[in-house]
């Protein structure tokens, strides 16, 4: 509630920060030409300052309230959460319930036994004895089915009202996410606002903005990243190589292609986030050795690749035998650098798959198959690194795909939709 408070009081000046004044109804008085009213109206340097100073204080408390929805998040997925001690109490007391359920039926079974074998020589008080124990045993019985029943409900309403605590929690997380990017986008249109007033007024502006765009990365779709090999299950404590074949189907050479693959899982109560127990490798024909996607780097580099070529990178994921059984997905993509500064890449693709735990016999396993195409890119870090940008090969750090937040919070973010489509699945069910 106060990370969700937080966000709102965070967006509310967002909104209000645009420098640009809105001159469409303004109307020169009389005697003043249209020119000197626009100059007028033109916003000063004092004011476009005061404004990108509104603009930083904003998207400093949007990033602020979106630390605080990430702790909320965490605290609401952890098992010391109200919600979550109120639901293995309700659990413990169902357990219970039908522990004490069955104990009853049994007696019951037992006392009606009783009764029937009683000898024909078994005297009226006997007898009476034995109808008696049968008549207080069904009244325990139905006395047990009934606590038993209130308890199974009291449980089921906990685990909702569980799950409910968690999405809501998620819910606020990704609000406080987007209130973050709006605010910054507020903070970049002031600054510039800003910049371009001053240089202006410094005589630097020559009215070519021609180059305003020079190494600013694109989204480039000609541009393909196909995972091939990877299987639909995968068994802790085994080892899986595959393949991400990379296509330039644009008409021009690209000077050094990086691919970017990344693992995420829950396990199977689709809360807890699972991805350290994931170690993936790269090798290509120029390094054929295992190398490891760490420290912000992509998975290997092609260099160049020509228009209408492919390569392949082999990789290997090595899963821990402790991670638990849940569920799984890889997230596959591809950026591109020129030489002269140009950039880009295409947008994620998922591949689902089961975690097995360690010792399982998965049968026959086929391919995971290529899910929805994302029009974002996951901002997470390659598997056992910082988050990634294309700082460390020296090329422009403006690559917008893996810029972005902290991959913690995305890979949560991922388990609050895996919790989603769990709740949606038991409700149909």
């Known amino acids: 509630m106060l990370a969700t408070a937080v966000v709102t009081a965070v967006t509310t000046p967002a909104v209000l920060l645009t420098v640009t004044p809105a001159f469409a109804d303004a109307r020169p008085t009389a005697g003043q030409s249209a020119a000197q ?20 204080k904003a998207y400093d ?42 104990a009853a039926d049994q007696a019951l079974a037992d006392a009606q036994t009783e009764l029937a074998e009683l000898p024909e020589t078994a005297t009226e008080e006997e007898s009476a004895a034995a109808e008696k124990k049968v008549a207080d045993a069904e009244a325990a019985a139905d006395a047990a089915e009934a606590a038993k029943s209130a308890a199974d ?17 998620g819910q606020a997380l990704t609000k406080a996410e987007k ?9 970049e249109a002031a600054d510039k606002a800003l910049a371009d007033a001053k240089a202006e007024e410094d005589g630097d502006d020559d009215g ?17 990243t196909v995972a091939q090999g990877l299987p639909s299950k995968i068994v802790a404590g085994s080892t899986v190589d595959f393949s991400v074949r990379v296509t330039n189907g644009t008409d021009k050479t690209l000077d050094e292609v990086l691919p970017f693959v990344y693992f995420h899982a829950t396990d199977k109560s689709g809360y807890n986030v699972i991805d350290e127990y994931f170690d993936l490798q ?33 990789l290997r994921l090595k899963v821990d035998a402790k991670a638990p059984a849940g569920e799984g997905m890889a997230f596959v993509a591809g950026d591109y650098v020129n030489d002269d500064g140009t950039c880009g890449g295409n947008f994620f693709t998922e591949y689902e798959f089961d975690l097995l735990a360690a010792g399982s016999k998965p049968g026959k396993v086929d391919d995971a198959k290529p899910g929805k195409t994302s029009k974002t890119r996951p901002a997470v870090v390659p598997q056992g690194g910082t988050t990634g940008t294309l700082a460390n090969t020296g090329a422009d750090t403006a690559l917008p795909q893996l810029a972005a937040a902290a991959g913690a919070a995305v890979a949560l973010g991922a388990g609050a939709v895996f919790v989603v489509r769990r709740r949606k699945a038991g409700s149909a069910s």
């Open 37 to 56: 009213q626009a100059a007028e109206d033109k916003p000063t340097i004092e004011e476009l300052e005061a404004a990108a100073a509104e603009a930083q």
């Open 179 to 187: 209130a973050t990017a709006e605010a910054l986008k507020a903070k």
């Open 153 to 169: 409900e009291k449980a089921k309403k906990a685990a909702t009202d569980a799950d409910n605590a968690r999405v809501g929690a």
């Open 61 to 102: 408390a949007a990033v602020a309230a979106e630390k605080a929805a990430k702790e909320a998040f965490d605290f609401a997925c952890s098992d010391e959460a109200p919600h979550a001690v109120a639901a293995k109490a309700a659990a413990d007391e169902a357990a219970a319930a039908k522990t004490a359920k069955e």
């Open 208 to 224: 070519d903005d021609s180059g305003d765009d020079e190494g600013a990365c694109v989204p480039e779709n000609g541009l393909t």
């Open 282 to 314: 790269w090798s290509t024909k120029n390094s054929p050795g295992w190398n490891d996607v760490a420290d912000g780097e992509y998975a290997g580099s092609i260099s160049p690749l020509k228009a209408g070529a492919h390569a392949d990178v082999k």
